[in-house]
């Protein structure tokens, strides 16, 4: 039974930082690439960052600089570090396992506003 759940989403303030969690189980977690996703408002659906099984990241151009994804496969669990938020970012934040069938967690809301 494969399980993604997203936590540490919340309301911030322009220029803050959150760092978003995701814990996978049910699965051989470090041989998987791991990735973020958000949906912003009325909008689609957007890759944000994604990270191999070996540390290898790639990033949108639109967090580039502000963001880092990392990984701890001792705990099963990939991160995303936002920083210098800005009311764009604002989404609900989805992390993505890769596959047939591929397996998404719940979402976690992130709002960016003074």
């Known amino acids: 039974q494969v399980q993604l759940v997203e936590s540490g989403g919340g309301l911030v303030q322009p220029g803050g930082s959150l760092r978003l969690s995701c814990a996978g189980s049910g699965f051989t977690f470090n041989t998987y690439t791991m990735t973020w996703f958000r949906q912003p408002p009325g909008k689609e659906r957007e890759l944000v960052a994604s990270i191999g099984r070996f540390g290898g990241t790639n990033y949108a151009d639109s967090v580039k600089g502000r963001f880092t994804i990392s990984r701890d496969n001792a705990k099963n669990t990939v991160y995303l570090r936002m920083n210098s938020l800005k009311p764009e970012d604002t989404a609900v934040y989805y992390c993505?396992?890769?596959?047939?069938?591929?397996?998404w967690g719940q979402g976690t809301q992130v709002t960016v506003s003074s």
């Open positions: 993505q396992r890769p596959g047939t069938p591929e397996y």
